[in-house]
């Protein structure tokens, strides 16, 4: 491999980042009309998302590029889409890649010398930025561009808890140059833990949001006539899909003529919908993984969207309802409280606590003022704080002062 310069202008950027991740994707989405040379580096070696277009990806042995044009893949084999498995972190490739993690490092670093990248970004800690502290060993000491990391959900909240993980954290946050948190709570932990570098943007891991064509897919009408509840289903170390079945069941009553969609589905909840539908007669059914137009469609015909996580930033699936009209029940995770002010457009809700989740479910369905109000002020609010009209060119423009300021020597 041989370095051919950018020229005219034109940024090498170079992601540390989960390929097979729609985050990813659409964060690097909004570079597509650049022309910048971007590349993308995954230290899990995962095939790329079906959206990710116009980089250079390195999964395999030697690096592909895949052109603007590249014709949109399937979303997998139909075994995998009928028991709701992501089809690319199975991959073959991508088992063997995992067994290789030290000549992921030293590719990593041997990538870095020959590409000369104007900036190095990378998302997520544990999985993803942990090993550039090491692929900077076997460059000497540093990366030798500008070092961008992006937090994602509960990479600092949660992680914080680990005294192996809050050491890497540390070091991590010592030696990079910008940070961009998904939320102002993570901002402060970051300084607390003892970031010196400056924070350009505060945004979601996949960035902005095209609102405006993301409402078009909205059903007409009052959202208080919707009878669609959209109920994310992660059951694990971080969800509380189970806490939030456990409400619903208790609001039985109130809940007969809707239709609730299970997305993201754990299998350990497959009971509990069972239960739902044969002792209480609710018409419950699993979403299995689908386009996220679909996804977007039905959050349109959703009255209300419940999410309870012990932990997380600001959820992508919480902002894409509320986008869509739908009346947010979230998890208080003091970073959805930057977009939720508890009872005016949306409820606050204490994971593992169903009683509290029952409580704002029959609010929510009975109060249609609320529903409709908040209704308003999301709209509003999701455009004017993450339209892509209004994001796109703040990124665009951190680069291109990123860049600009390695070349005087700053930072």
């Not at 990813?24 to 277009?53: C, K, N």
């Not at 995998?80 to 890649?97: A, C, N, R, T, Y």
């Not at 902005?208 to 006539?225: D, F, Q, T």
């Not at 860049?403 to 020597?409: D, H, L, Q, S, T």
């Amino acid at each position: 491999m041989h370095k051919t310069p950018v020229g005219d202008g034109r940024l090498r950027i170079l992601y540390v980042a989960q390929a097979v991740s729609i985050h990813t994707a659409r964060w690097i989405s909004q570079l597509r009309e650049q022309g910048w040379d971007l590349h993308v580096f995954d230290m899990l070696g995962s095939l790329p998302h079906p959206e990710l277009r116009g980089i250079t990806e390195y999964s395999m042995l030697l690096p592909r590029k895949i052109p603007l044009s590249a014709k949109e893949p399937s979303y997998g084999h139909p075994l995998f889409l009928k028991h709701g498995w992501d089809p690319f972190p199975l991959s073959l490739v991508g088992f063997f890649i995992r067994r290789l993690f030290r000549e992921r490092v030293s590719r990593l670093a041997r990538i870095i010398r020959t590409l000369q990248p104007d900036v190095i970004h990378s998302f997520e800690l544990q999985k993803e930025s942990y090993h550039l502290l090491r692929v900077a060993d076997f460059l000497g000491g540093h990366l030798g561009a500008p070092w961008i990391v992006t937090t994602w959900g509960s990479d600092i909240f949660y992680f914080q808890r680990f005294p192996e993980h809050l050491e890497q954290i540390r070091k991590v946050l010592a030696r990079c140059d910008y940070l961009i948190p998904d939320c102002r709570r993570d901002e402060a932990l970051a300084r607390a833990y003892g970031f010196k570098g400056r924070v350009p943007l505060i945004l979601p891991g996949s960035g902005g949001y095209p609102v405006k064509e993301m409402r078009r897919l909205m059903a007409s009408g009052p959202v208080s006539g919707r009878r669609l509840i959209m109920l994310k289903g992660y059951q694990g170390w971080a969800g509380r899909a189970l806490d939030a079945l456990d409400a619903l069941e208790s609001c039985a009553e109130l809940l007969r003529g809707y239709e609730i969609v299970v997305y993201a589905a754990s299998p350990s909840i497959a009971s509990r919908l069972s239960r739902l539908r044969s002792q209480h007669g609710l018409n419950v059914r699993i979403l299995p993984r689908s386009p996220h137009h679909q996804i977007l469609e039905l959050f349109g015909r959703a009255r209300l969207a419940i999410g309870v996580n012990a932990t997380d930033g600001v959820p992508n699936a919480m902002l894409e309802a509320m986008t869509m009209g739908a009346f947010p029940i979230q998890s208080d995770t003091e970073s959805t409280a930057e977009w939720i002010t508890h009872g005016v457009n949306g409820l606050l809700v204490e994971p593992g606590n169903s009683t509290e989740i029952a409580d704002a479910l029959r609010r929510a369905l009975l109060d249609d003022a609320l529903v409709e109000h908040a209704a308003s002020l999301n709209a509003r609010q999701l455009f004017d704080r993450l339209d892509t009209s209004i994001v796109k060119p703040q990124v665009i423009d951190m680069y291109t002062r990123v860049a600009a300021e390695a070349k005087r020597g700053h930072p």
